[in-house]
């Protein structure tokens, strides 16, 4: 009697709310149709448009009296905006995806259901690593992101300025005209690889750092530690994790690995195949491991700043705190890194683009992709 007095209530309320159902059933049906079928081909209508725009700007159509070094200066600075732009537009898949790989409210479920001394600390240690591991992470995929973007826009760039001419050494002739906008198009798309299969390995790598790292320093829910220690922390995850992703000729395999040429088109495919080998060769280099690092690092100095504004609450406070004080802030600035809105402010990833972009080692990497070994202003 009861199951069918309720049974009688829901469905008295369904028809009393029915055009909301409809209507919330049309809206999230449309919305799995924009985000599965629309919104790709917005992305390559986007990339298309992007691709005419710079062909245009690299043939000088409108150039003033400049020399033409400085008119050389000018698109390459251009394209380094055009490029920062483009990845910030990819951060809300990041985000998605970086929260797909990482489950804080499962460990903090875990902490409230251990029992005993040892399982509770054991499932601390689990949450920290987590908040941690998130933060660094974010860090980590955002400026990846930045900087591969940088790789595949120069290459691009330069043979756009280069007009008619392949820009590699075996004489091999560029298309022209729309063909060469479409393979163009279908080598930067490549670059999305990072936030489908990508987003996973640097998830467990960085989580495996932190949690090596967090042992070797000894540090615990209650341990107290000052915005430095932050910062080391950090930065050490960041390293151990690059050891996984990058050295050694990883990072090529990690960010644009073989067979990824072959979702083009057939015709497309040995001049997509061209460009990743290129932009191959640079991910695999010192350099771009270096400057890397340089980039990541100050991220960290930034980010860990930020945790510290966090917890003191603008108070100015210079801590130490405990550690578990900052499962919060980490959560929360995880979120921020990879969010382009600028009303986030310096929590958020629109003001780490701009202090990367300030970096002057990655512009020598960039200088050197565009003008191929020559100087800007020559």
């Not at 929260?99 to 029992?115: I, P």
């Not at 060469?180 to 989580?207: M, N, P, T, V, Y």
């Not at 915005?227 to 080391?232: G, I, Q």
């Not at 980039?295 to 550690?323: F, T």
């Amino acid at each position: 009697m009861l199951l069918s007095a309720m049974f009688g209530r829901l469905w008295n309320f369904a028809k009393r709310h029915k055009k909301k159902f409809i209507f919330s059933g049309i809206f999230a049906g449309g919305a799995y149709v924009a985000w599965r079928v629309l919104l790709p081909r917005l992305q390559e209508h986007l990339l298309q448009r992007l691709l005419k725009e710079l062909a245009k700007e690299a043939s000088g159509g409108g150039d003033t009296e400049e020399s033409a070094a400085e008119k050389r200066l000018a698109r390459f600075e251009h394209k380094q905006k055009v490029s920062d732009g483009h990845a910030r537009r990819k951060l809300a898949v990041l985000r998605a995806k970086q929260n797909s790989h990482f489950n804080e409210e499962a460990c903090t479920a875990r902490v409230r259901d251990a029992q005993g001394r040892e399982a509770k600390l054991e499932a601390f240690l689990a949450l920290q690593v987590e908040c941690v591991a998130k933060a660094a992470s974010a860090l980590y995929m955002l400026h990846l992101t930045l900087i591969l973007h940088r790789v595949g826009f120069n290459i691009v760039g330069r043979e756009l300025a280069g007009g008619s001419e392949s820009g590699n050494n075996d004489g091999v002739a560029s298309t022209e005209g729309a063909e060469a906008d479409s393979f163009h198009a279908a080598f930067l798309q490549c670059l999305d690889h990072l936030h489908e299969d990508g987003a996973a390995k640097i998830a467990e790598a960085i989580r495996k750092a932190v949690s090596i790292c967090m042992d070797r320093a000894k540090l615990g829910p209650q341990s107290k530690v000052s915005r430095e220690e932050l910062e080391k922390l950090l930065i050490d995850s960041c390293r151990e994790a690059d050891s996984d992703l990058l050295e050694q000729s990883k990072g090529a395999a990690l960010l644009l690995p073989d067979g990824l040429n072959d979702r083009a088109p057939a015709a497309q495919r040995a001049e997509v195949k061209r460009l990743l080998d290129e932009a191959r060769d640079y991910l695999d280099s010192p350099q771009f491991v270096q400057v890397f690092q340089v980039l990541s690092s100050s991220g960290a100095r930034r980010l860990a700043e930020v945790l510290q504004e966090e917890i003191a609450g603008g108070a100015g406070a210079e801590g130490p705190w405990a550690m578990a004080k900052f499962n919060g802030a980490l959560t929360k600035t995880a979120g921020a890194l990879l969010d382009d809105d600028e009303e986030v402010g310096e929590l958020g990833g629109a003001a780490f683009v701009r202090r990367f972009s300030e970096e002057p080692k990655l512009r020598e990497l960039c200088e050197g992709l565009y003008f191929q070994g020559g100087v800007a202003g020559a």
